[in-house]
């Protein structure tokens, strides 16, 4: 199944709607802080965790090279700049809406 974890809310990628992201941010905001932000990836041939570099130490790489996805996704995640410590609700939105184009 395939998720996104912004802190400790959860959703699967298919109803993690830019609404749902938006209150997920602003809950954190009102608390001061950036959150954390989590994408679980397991469809076809994608098998990967990406987290913004605000999360605490996750787990390292998978031990084998990506598979063609896996670098377009990896590639859409620097894109839209979620690899900064500076992010927004609508960076985290439009990343899911260009992975949720790709085929798998």
Do not use: Y
């Not at 996805?69 to 590639?75: G, L």
């Amino acid at each position: 199944m395939s998720t996104l974890s912004i802190g400790e809310a959860e959703r699967p990628l298919a109803v993690a709607d830019a609404g749902w992201i938006a209150r997920a941010f602003d809950a954190h905001a009102h608390a001061g802080e950036l959150p954390c932000v989590r994408v679980k990836i397991r469809a076809g041939n994608v098998d990967m965790i990406l987290q913004t570099p605000n999360c605490a130490a996750g787990t390292g790489g998978g031990g084998r090279p990506p598979s063609r996805d896996e670098a377009e996704i990896s590639r859409l995640w620097n894109l839209q700049g979620l690899s900064s410590t500076r992010f927004t609700a609508a960076q985290v939105a439009a990343f899911l809406e260009c992975v949720g184009h790709l085929p798998r």
